[in-house]
């Protein structure tokens, strides 16, 4: 079946440190990846996106790379703030009997220390 | 600039008495998403919307049912909360639902933080 696996949390990091989370799926077929972010009391927000294989996705200095050969795509960031301090989703899209469904994974909280 | 709206934003119910949750959208999407969010879980798809048609997750019990009146409109109903159902609840839209297209980004709501009593 379709998964996705995060890195457990917290993650704690002082600020301008590089951060990574990583994730894998498995997943038949070819789906498109995501990462959401949820600050404190919001909702999901798209960070960024990959819809085929060797795809880099990027948005607001987060990268994550789309990589078949080892079906994973962690996040990254060279430099974070306080104001990264999140929780972070990774999910997959899949088709299913004509729709599309939504793997998230269970999250990783990130906390950044000034 | 509200795009995806939650109310209420907490919720307090006695269990066993029947609760609603609401959402509504101005981005006019023609797919509409309820998902429940246990603490420090992934979020889960109750059912889903595409236009008036309702897609129910093959494990979401019968205690859960969806309205949607309108497009712009959801509403998540409880018939009997137990304490298991505590939960937040997210709802989410998306613009198309084309099996051409695969890289839909669906839009979330601020979530309705459910407690039963």
């Known amino acids: 079946g379709n998964s996705v696996t995060q890195m457990e949390g917290p993650v704690t990091l002082s600020e301008e440190a590089f951060l990574t989370i990583n994730c894998t799926y498995t997943?038949?077929?070819?789906?498109?990846l995501f990462w959401y972010v949820q600050y404190p009391g919001e909702g999901l927000q798209l960070l960024l996106k990959a819809t085929k294989a060797d795809d880099k996705g990027s948005n607001k200095g987060f990268e994550a790379t789309y990589r078949k050969e080892t079906t994973s795509f962690h996040l990254e960031k060279g430099s974070v703030q306080v104001s990264d301090s999140a929780v972070y989703f990774c999910a997959l899209t899949f088709q299913t009997s004509g729709t599309y469904k939504y793997i998230f994974g269970t999250g990783t909280r990130l906390k950044v220390l000034a | 600039d509200a795009m995806v709206i939650q109310n209420p934003r907490y919720q307090v119910t006695q269990f066993g008495k029947p609760v609603t949750l609401s959402c509504s959208q101005t981005?006019?999407?023609?797919?509409m998403y309820w998902y429940q969010q246990k603490s420090s879980q992934a979020p889960k798809l109750l059912f889903h919307?595409?236009?008036?048609?309702?897609?129910n997750e093959a494990d979401t019990p019968d205690n859960f049912q969806s309205r949607r009146p309108n497009t712009s409109f959801c509403f998540l109903d409880i018939r009997s909360p137990g304490l298991g159902d505590a939960a937040m609840y997210l709802c989410?839209?998306?613009?198309?639902?084309?099996?051409?297209?695969?890289?839909?980004?669906?839009?979330f709501g601020p979530g309705t933080r459910l407690t039963v009593l």
């Open positions: 997943a038949t077929g070819y789906p498109s």
């Open positions: 989410a839209t998306s613009r198309d639902h084309s099996l051409a297209d695969n890289t839909d980004t669906q839009y």
């Open positions: 919307y595409y236009d008036k048609d309702f897609n």
């Open positions: 981005l006019n999407h023609n797919v």
